[in-house]
């Protein structure tokens, strides 16, 4: 049994180590790499991943599934090498009922989607990036039919990025959340704009870098084992457990962009830093989902890098290193300046109120033209629609709107959005259970310190990698089931103070 | 016809894409890549290597190349389908002469050897490394008797990097290069040695830096297509035609160290960017062979680099920069400091002229190895009695004596060496066809301009890629055969003229 065990690891290691080889050229591609490298580069990403994929699906690997089956059922569901087997087995099961030449087609559409939407946004160009988006939901419905017997259209793909999420948990889910956040925003709306026009003032770019690595270090990202680029799109990516890096990018003229964008994939890097060495290279060595993940990212983005007691600690140095920027400004005014809630257009820029409207807007919409309730040419007047009765405000053009980000013009529709709010919810959930647990972790925030956090996610979540659903690590953690209460809970109680409103 | 073709070229491009992924994952490893990323890094290149290996052997392509011999027979020899045949077939027959089994062998013994050798260096340790150099010099016959009809036991590592040449060409080349080369060492050293204690002095590496980019931009690399990077050991890399990268490294104190670093790795790089874009990914898309790239490589750091109308353009500048390092050091003192000849223990710091001797002792003690005329265990002796005899000087220790260069310690014994001096040899028959053929050659490096001779070596060497050998190369370039001629020629007449010594 040992034998077919290692065989199977064996086969698992060498796609894993395909895969990590495309990864490592996808990072030079957007962080060193000459222009003069971009067509040769594009076409050997893509012979990685085809072979990548090759091996993953490869008949053996099912066939040692099959063998070891019984040894995996002899096993407790906790048992490394039974969540190794039972992970894989749902991993091949996937891989293997989406055709080579599908995969090959939707690759091919993504890249030929993403060069027309490259033009038609700036353009204002809705009608060049229809007929791609047409395809691309076409695409979407038939990736959906290679796994019969959904609930709803979009729960294939919900489940490629969130396994287990359906949209029958997320629906309801985001709607209450939604129910609670749009007279929150309201409510904030009525009350004074604080001033945050000294973000934008001029801020040497090393200095901005040098702060934000003493405090990503702080936070526990071990640069022995990653380090930080600079790129157009700040990402975390993976190559292996002792090398998991970011990006992320600076302007002179906006002092919380880079720090934030730092702190925020330093989230996702920890998380994946902290994955058990065991696991790397096999089918275990990632993060559980797409949503815990952004649960730890904004989880240090927001939760701890925007707080009171972190910017008490901080601030102080920050007016150390600019002074004749912020000796100015108080750490009251900063402090609302970096929470600032402000309905606007774009998703990215948005603060923690706003920014989960934005994303359930896109859900409902992605699910709409997947039921076929809504038809891709009624898309942008559905979106202008939706922000207005969300957000209260709507788009000049569709270079704002429907236009505006990558994901739907370089991938499928649907499975993709739903992450980032199940993210926030998740990460609030984490937050209360770490701070149950620990009640120093918001002093030690307030030292500088985050050792007692960092422990505590590591041995609560990251430790498991894909050991555990998400929905599972909630259960281990919180005893119960998903539930917005304790985002709202953080919500209301941090921007009720801030903005002087009623927390009831 | 023209569909297999098409499918032979399909099959080598997927070979050559992966052996450019392995060397971006190398690049990364030498360059950015955190320490806690080596053990994976190193499996992930070897799954890689060892995938690109399986393509290029795979029947499939001796099929096509059996298919398409008539095609070839059909054509001109210089017509690119056929030299692509031709060249396929002579890598094809090559790679599948070895046994999977075998090529595992030397890299396993390869990284054991370089592992036990990185140790023993410092500790001066020969006994560590000998049985390891044992295993090297048997592994090294066992790989030239898959070449069975050999004249010598060495030619088929010879002709592993220098195609066609053979022990019965280079032996007799290298005796009488060496029978000039000891009395222009001799009536050197009978000479005052020059001033150079001021090329140590404080030169900051930025300036440094920005110095040899200038030039090298000037010589024609390309930064669109490639890059500059730090590393431990300089090196030149191609990713594709578009990418092609070279690696430096300075030292605060060692103003030319860094610089001719960069000018030699230049050389290559302009080598490869001036291989025919159509070549890329195709066997015919390299550099010709190993000599071919030496002579690239010394020609623009030497023959160009260290000459007399080179420095009278830029030695005013080189003081703009370090006004205060150089201010009192006269272009032609600068000029001596550069081109000091001195028998030393290092080969890669030797001078030009002496650089020679220590590629010929090295060249003659592998030969020796393989003949069985030298024993491992007699080569530390041998060592210093050629050097003795050749230089005049002896190494205190194995350190700077046989424990010297990495290379018997991770790789064959024999092979490599001889493309050092070849490169010498022909670098100096090139830059004679060229001057010839553009008498302004001269006059235009004295003003900082290079497009005449980078035209003329782009149009008769770098453009033809793999398509003819370096015979063919030197046999169209000078209407003859490889000559040390020249090379000697160019040696007497800078040396001697810089010593004073009677140039007959």
Redesign the interface.
């Known amino acids: 049994m040992n034998t077919k065990l290692q065989e199977l690891k064996s086969r698992l290691?060498?796609a894993s180590?395909?895969n990590?080889?495309?990864s490592?050229?996808y990072?030079?591609q957007t962080t060193?790499?000459?222009?003069?490298?971009?067509?040769?580069?594009g076409?050997?990403m893509a012979?990685?991943q085809m072979?990548a994929q090759e091996k993953a699906t490869d008949p053996a690997i099912g066939r040692l599934l099959d063998d070891l089956q019984p040894y995996e059922e002899s096993l407790p569901y906790e048992d490394d090498d039974a969540s190794l087997l039972r992970v894989a087995r749902r991993d091949y099961e996937r891989q293997t009922r989406l055709p080579a030449d599908f995969v090959g087609e939707m690759a091919e559409h993504s890249i030929e989607s993403y060069q027309t939407w490259i033009k038609a946004r700036p353009a204002n160009d809705f009608a060049a990036v229809a007929p791609m988006l047409e395809k691309t939901l076409d695409l979407s419905r038939r990736y959906a039919d290679y796994f019969p017997g959904y609930d709803h259209i979009a729960d294939p793909l919900i489940d490629e990025s969130d396994p287990g999420m359906t949209v029958a948990t997320l629906r309801p889910l985001f709607k209450e959340l939604r129910a609670q956040l749009v007279p929150l925003v309201d409510a904030i709306a009525a009350q004074p704009v604080p001033d945050d026009s000294f973000i934008y003032r001029d801020f040497m770019e090393q200095q901005q870098w040098d702060f934000g690595v003493d405090i990503v270090r702080r936070y526990g990202y071990?640069?022995?084992?990653?380090?930080q680029?600079k790129t157009h799109h700040p990402y975390m990516i993976r190559?292996?457990?002792?090398?998991v890096?970011i990006t992320t990018r600076f302007s002179k003229n906006n002092l919380i962009d880079g720090l934030f964008s730092t702190l925020h994939e330093a989230g996702h890097a920890m998380y994946e830093q902290g994955v058990a060495l065991d696991y790397?290279?096999t089918p275990l060595g990632h993060g559980a989902s797409s949503g815990v993940h952004e649960s730890q990212s904004r989880l240090w983005e927001n939760v701890v890098g925007r707080s009171r007691p972190f910017w008490s600690y901080f601030y102080p140095r920050l007016q150390a290193v600019f002074p004749a920027q912020l000796n100015d400004v108080s750490e009251d005014a900063f402090y609302r300046a970096i929470n600032l809630v402000r309905p606007s257009l774009i998703r990215v820029d948005a603060d923690e109120v706003t920014y989960n409207l934005h994303v359930i807007i896109r859900f409902e919409l992605e699910l709409a033209l997947l039921e076929g309730t809504l038809a891709i040419k009624d898309l942008p007047d559905a979106w202008q629609a939706s922000y207005q009765e969300s957000l209260g405000i709507q788009a000049p053009d569709n270079r704002d709107g429907v236009l505006q980000d990558v994901h739907w013009y370089s991938g499928p529709i649907g499975g993709v959005f739903q992450g980032y709010t199940l993210g926030n919810i998740m990460g609030a959930a984490f937050w209360q259970a770490a701070t149950q647990a620990n009640p120093d972790v918001t002093n030690d925030i307030a030292q500088g310190e985050f050792a007692t956090l960092h422990s505590w996610l590591a041995d609560n979540i990251y430790r498991h990698g894909r050991k555990f659903t998400a929905d599972e690590l909630i259960e281990r953690v919180t005893g119960g089931a998903l539930s917005i209460d304790p985002y709202v809970a953080y919500l209301r109680g941090k921007f009720g103070e801030m903005y002087g409103i009623d927390r009831t």
């Open positions: 290691r060498e180590d395909l990590s080889a495309a490592v050229l990072w030079d060193y790499m000459p222009s003069g490298g971009a067509a040769a580069r076409r050997q012979a990685l072979l071990d640069f022995e084992r990653g380090r680029d190559f292996s457990a002792g090398d890096r790397d290279a």
